[in-house]
């Protein structure tokens, strides 16, 4: 069953075409990667799925065609967007980033439940909970990204270079917190400039090249495609 259905998409920024009618299925309860170099459409795919930008073709969340759905109107069907560079807001704490995450829901108690469960599972957001989210480190801001996005109660995630910016360790940590949100339900659609984390960790994959699709499948056979591996993993 799909989650997210995208045929065809086009994003185009003026007379440079960033996207070129690309098409691809992520299946409800997997992780979806799109990998490629710098430029590929990676990012344009995502804001064009989530709204954030104008687009050509057909996108369909679950059996929901989202053409002219508003960005907003697409979180309240259950789609979640963490952009690349987190998004956060640096000037509000920890805490009132997280309430933003729930603007959509009217549950109070619910949301005081998720609040808790993020806190949990993150422990590091609970020792800053009232510090300004701008003094966290690189590593807390982007686990507060997520922990935000997923204070609305999203079906579907999307996730932006997760890694940018992070120290090796705390790669291991965000893609460890990526995998048990994905265990408990949650469809992930996953950009990552490092192809060699984002096929370990992905159920399937596509390759993006200059805003087209040059290889699609299981993550472990495109791992182990020697085309793939030596123009993307430097092997």
């Given at each position: 069953m799909s989650a997210l259905l995208v045929e065809n998409l086009t994003v185009s920024y003026g007379d440079i075409h960033a996207v070129k009618g690309i098409s691809f299925e992520v299946r409800k309860g997997e992780i979806f990667t799109l990998i490629g170099a710098n430029g590929a459409g990676k990012t344009s795919t995502l804001r064009a799925i989530s709204g954030l930008l104008p687009h050509g073709g057909s996108v369909r969340l679950?059996?929901?065609?989202?053409?002219?759905?508003?960005?907003?109107?697409?979180?309240?069907?259950?789609?979640?967007?963490?952009?690349?560079?987190?998004?956060?807001?640096g000037n509000l704490t920890v805490q009132e980033n997280?309430?933003?995450?729930?603007?959509?829901?009217?549950?109070?108690?619910a949301v005081a439940e998720d609040l808790e469960r993020m806190l949990t599972a993150l422990p590091r957001l609970r020792e800053r909970l009232t510090q300004p989210a701008g003094t966290l480190s690189?590593?807390?801001?982007?686990?507060?990204?997520?922990?935000?996005?997923?204070?609305?109660?999203?079906?579907?995630?999307?996730?932006?270079e997760p890694s940018m910016g992070l120290a090796p360790k705390l790669v291991k940590e965000i893609y460890n917190v990526v995998r048990e949100i994905n265990q408990t339900g949650v469809t992930i659609l996953l950009v990552e400039q490092n192809a060699n984390i984002a096929l370990r960790?992905?159920?399937?994959?596509?390759?993006?090249?200059?805003?087209?699709?040059?290889?699609?499948?299981?993550?472990?056979?495109?791992?182990?495609?020697?085309?793939?591996?030596?123009a993307y993993l430097g092997a």
């Open positions: 679950a059996d929901r065609n989202l053409r002219g759905v508003s960005a907003e109107a697409i979180v309240s069907l259950g789609m979640a967007h963490v952009p690349e560079g987190r998004g956060i807001f997280l309430k933003l995450g729930a603007w959509i829901r009217r549950d109070k108690k690189g590593g807390e801001q982007q686990m507060l990204a997520v922990a935000r996005a997923l204070m609305s109660r999203p079906q579907t995630l999307l996730l932006d960790l992905a159920h399937r994959a596509a390759v993006l090249e200059t805003g087209t699709i040059r290889f699609a499948g299981d993550s472990a056979e495109l791992l182990a495609d020697p085309r793939v591996r030596e």
